[in-house]
């Protein structure tokens, strides 16, 4: 089996959306108006967003015997994601998330881990991942960071570590996150976690541009922060740019943040310039938020005409 270029390590979840009138908040009632069932886990949503754009790609995720698992492990068969860093698991169940997505596509999501909390560096097969060109990591709920961080001390320095840390992440602290933000060389992560994440550490008249910069000082070559209806900032090399948004007809954000993380990646493995990349990243994302799902995410041969028409 030929080598992956991009290897995700993150929870693999089967996503139950329902489409509701209103996000209901303490002791208010909302109503269903459908359902959706899908496969989700961030990672995961940009390594399927990478195989549709072309790109080889492998999974770090684990699965138990059971028909979640099995529709998950089918899926990314389908979708071409190479199975041999899959892990699966004799007893427990796989990772599901309830999400409640309103009429604005705005979304509350509740996640039932499973085993995916029950991966260490045991069970990682290091030799099948050093000769990928990048590893990105994305949240767990439970123990798996510390398979993450284990895994740290094992990548070749060429390798390229992307990581979105999610809001599950940034909530655990800066300390918790620590190793891994030592070692990251693409930081995507949005505006909100970006606040959460820092302002323990920065006062609270930085804002984002400001607390970008910091952690490009400290040595992360790429930030990159999704602003989502406001576009995207970035800032490499003491380079910034500023996309605007793309103006469409939002359905359901859910993998909005996960399918620009496959545009940037993908950009990066084609050596494209810092500004086409976030550039690309955010047509990627606007494309995705226009139906329910992952259903959106464009294809190689959408994106080249995007490419055409935006850059020649």
């Given at each position: 089996m030929s080598n992956a270029d991009v290897v995700g390590f993150g929870a693999l979840n089967l996503d139950i959306i329902y489409h509701v009138d209103e996000i209901a908040k303490h002791d208010e009632e909302s109503y269903i108006k459908s359902k959706n069932i899908s496969c989700g886990g961030s990672a995961a949503n940009t390594i399927v967003g990478l195989s549709n754009l072309g790109i080889k790609t492998s999974y770090i995720g684990k699965i138990a015997d059971d028909d979640d698992g099995e529709i998950l492990k089918m899926n990314l068969i389908r979708k071409g994601v190479y199975l041999n860093n899959l892990i699966y698991a004799d007893i427990g169940n796989s990772g599901k998330v309830m999400g409640f997505v309103d009429e604005q596509g705005n979304r509350a999501l509740y996640v039932d881990s499973g085993v995916n909390d029950e991966i260490n560096i045991s069970q990682i097969n290091v030799q099948e991942i050093i000769n990928s060109k990048i590893i990105h990591y994305t949240s767990f709920v439970g123990n798996s960071i510390n398979g993450q961080i284990d895994l740290i001390d094992h990548l070749p320095k060429d390798m390229i570590l992307s990581f979105d840390p999610g809001m599950i992440y940034v909530k655990k602290g800066f300390s918790t996150i620590e190793k891994i933000l030592d070692r990251t060389n693409i930081l995507l992560i949005n505006e909100k976690e970006l606040k959460i994440l820092l302002k323990p550490i920065l006062n609270d008249k930085s804002n984002f541009k400001d607390m970008a910069k910091y952690l490009h000082d400290e040595g992360i070559e790429n930030v990159i922060v999704k602003r989502g209806e406001k576009g995207v900032y970035?800032?490499?090399?003491?380079?910034?740019?500023?996309?605007?948004?793309?103006?469409?007809?939002?359905?359901?954000?859910?993998?909005?943040?996960?399918?620009?993380?496959?545009?940037?990646?993908?950009?990066?493995?084609?050596?494209?310039?810092?500004?086409?990349?976030?550039?690309?990243?955010?047509?990627?994302?606007?494309?995705?938020?226009?139906?329910?799902?992952?259903?959106?995410?464009?294809?190689?041969?959408?994106?080249?005409?995007?490419?055409?028409?935006?850059?020649?």
């Open positions: 970035g800032i490499k090399k003491d380079y910034e740019v500023e996309i605007s948004p793309n103006k469409v007809v939002t359905i359901d954000t859910t993998a909005a943040g996960d399918s620009f993380n496959a545009g940037f990646l993908y950009s990066c493995l084609n050596s494209y310039s810092f500004e086409k990349s976030c550039i690309i990243a955010n047509w990627v994302a606007s494309t995705s938020v226009t139906s329910i799902g992952t259903s959106r995410f464009p294809n190689l041969s959408q994106l080249k005409e995007f490419e055409s028409c935006k850059f020649d």
